[in-house]
């Protein structure tokens, strides 16, 4: 019976989704695999998600029917009852103090598993810790840096549809990021995403909503308006959060995150924060996803409100 892997749509999700498929079939613990991603928007209906199907889950939401499972995010329970079902297994294991998803499954598949990796299963590590965890040197390296993970990673940002990430899923499963990153699909959403990164740089100030000394929210669901994570802390270093509506294929989307370079004394748990709208996260980054424009826009603003004054 085939085997469907669900990851979350990110460079460390997709490269999670690649370890996990290498791992199962090269010791024999499965013989098709195919992967497809998920995204916040399916937690409205994730108990009834892949019913009837043989399915795995990475770098997402607990899900008590999955096969094997495996995530790194302290929100990842939606319920008590889902939280209380969770037991680690050879085939299920949460550990929230990693940086990302891709070392939990590496150690798992070597100690549950026997898998004896390639090296260029370290290179995803690595960079996945660094980017999944906003471990950046500083905001100029995550916008301006060239090495191929990055490179991949900024692609991501214009994927012209959902199997642009499936593919890239095979390219880091087959490949060392080098040549995944030279792929001409990659280079070209590459290229492409390096002009929208210097127009949304540009336009940034524009999107401003509301405004604190420390906290800021902006809408950038304009189709004219390019979205760069980074650019809120690029150009306002003194900002410890930034609250942005996002456009999706699926609706809207909001974020929130903290400024790695810079930390307030105080600070509020986003993924938690997140939570309580149907979405999740991390300490310092979270996201939901509204049911509509009009609820979007109240949500942000209720969430922009709680960190606006943080200190």
Not at 53 to 81: C, G, M, Q
Not at 85 to 107: G, K, V
């Amino acid at each position: 019976m085939e085997l469907t892997i669900y990851y979350h749509r990110d460079f460390d999700g997709m490269a999670s989704a690649a370890m996990l498929a290498e791992a199962l079939q090269a010791c024999g613990r499965e013989r098709e695999v195919r992967w497809s991603g998920v995204n916040f928007d399916r937690t409205l209906e994730w108990r009834d998600f892949g019913m009837g199907e043989h399915f795995a889950v990475v770098d997402f939401h607990f899900h008590r029917n999955a096969a094997y499972w495996f995530d790194h995010h302290p929100t990842t329970f939606l319920s008590p009852e889902d939280e209380a079902l969770y037991q680690p297994s050879p085939t299920h294991f949460f550990s929230p103090q990693s940086p990302s998803c891709p070392p939990i499954i590496m150690a798992h598949a070597k100690e549950h598993w026997g898998w004896e990796p390639e090296e260029r299963f370290n290179e995803l590590v690595h960079w996945s810790n660094v980017i999944d965890s906003a471990s950046f040197a500083s905001a100029k390296q995550a916008l301006f840096g060239t090495d191929p993970a990055l490179r991949l990673m900024r692609a991501l940002t214009t994927a012209p549809d959902f199997h642009f990430h499936d593919r890239t899923v095979h390219l880091m499963r087959t490949l060392p990021l080098m040549q995944a990153a030279a792929d001409i699909d990659i280079e070209r959403c590459y290229e492409r995403a390096v002009r929208n990164r210097d127009q949304a740089l540009e336009a940034f100030p524009s999107t401003m909503l509301e405004r604190s000394v420390t906290g800021m929210l902006a809408d950038l669901r304009s189709k004219k308006i390019r979205r760069e994570r980074f650019a809120p802390f690029y150009l306002y270093p003194e900002l410890f959060y930034a609250v942005t509506l996002l456009p999706t294929r699926a609706g809207v989307h909001i974020t929130a995150a903290s400024n790695p370079w810079n930390r307030p004394k105080q600070p509020v748990h986003l993924g938690n924060l997140l939570k309580g709208y149907g979405g999740g996260g991390h300490q310092g980054v979270g996201g939901c996803n509204p049911p509509d424009a009009r609820t979007a826009e109240a949500w942000a603003r209720e969430i922009y409100a709680t960190v606006a004054d943080v200190t």
